[in-house]
């Protein structure tokens, strides 16, 4: 390992804090707010910001508004490294309860506030940088390395990350999703990100008016008994693959962490890689308040930690609404998806450990994301490639009201993105 050349650009990315906050600032400026996640204006920002520098990038879109920009340094080394970031934003949701405009990018009090500032534009800023002091790089130093920026990460990526995975765009040996939170006296690495299985229950049942329900079959009351049953996914054990064991303990520390959490929801963290969590997020049933409904819906968001054993867990959904009695029930399970995770000791991840080492003079603690992000979709299409997380996010800032980044996360994730392809 070359440290000098990592303590020349650990210096040159401390030189460029203005920069990076500046670029944070812009890009949260562009209200990319999906839907309809229009990213061409913010793409197009960033192709001047790497014109300007005579590096290259490409512009990938298949459908108007839905534009996607890689921007690639080639390097002499073995090996090739993809940064992965999204552009798109959730809803800003009810203005009036910002203390600052969404959209303004403000830079206050060693934050940068807006939606998107937290996830994940701070990211983009901070790989934006590290492209710039990594272009400066003797190409010798450093392998290839692709700087992608992609729509659509908040409602699937179906024109963004996913249709980029299965159409074979993305090559690489390693993928750096910034999509990751940590606080910012204490960084973190993600090794992987949770799965999922979303189900749909549907019941049944017979109309009547509502002044004689003896005559009806309400099919609200069955999916209510129903739910009762399928609650109880929560309680099914989890059986953890012995190399996630201390993942899963020092994910759990690192998430109790977290301020101002009452004892029930940092009981709440330590259940959530142990069981299912299971919740009901929607439903639907019935017309109107006189009429006996006839058919009901609900959606469950069901989601488990990666690193355990998937395949009892659909089955013991559906033994559960068996057990409930209920006729006329019927279910669509779409997974379980099993996330996914990089083996602790594999060589990304310690990669990642000691470049953020190097960063920060902290050991990072390993955890798995509680959501879902890009890399599913890396996944998902099978590709060869190994997705290791680590991102400029505060923790538990995400798509809440006066979201924000703070600087000192900007600083430490732009070092890092700068440090990890020439170690
Ligand atoms: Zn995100």
Redesign the pocket.
Known sequence: MNLKLVDSVVKEVEASKSEVVNLCSKLVQFPTVNPPGITTDCVKYIKAYFDKLGIKSTIYQRNEGKANICATLDGKKTGKIMYLM?LDVVPEGDRNLWSYDPFGGIVTEGKVYGRGAC??KGSGAAAMVAARILSNVDPKERCTIDFWFTCD??IGATDGAKWLAESGMFKADICLEG?CFMYPEDPSIDIGCSGSMRTIIKTSGKAAHGSQPHLGDNAVDKLIEVLKHTKNLEKFPLKVFDEMKPVYKSAVKYYKRQKSLTDEQKAGFVKCFKHPTVSLNLIRGGIKSNVIPDTAQAYLDIRIRSGCNMSPIKQRMLELIKESGVKDTTAEISGPSSGYYEKPTSQPVKQLIKAVELATGKKPALKILMGG?DCTRIKEAHLPIACVGFGAGDEGI?HLTNEYVSIANLMTTAKTYAIFPII
Do not use: C, T
């Open positions: 999204h996830d994940m990460e908040e999509d992000n995400a």
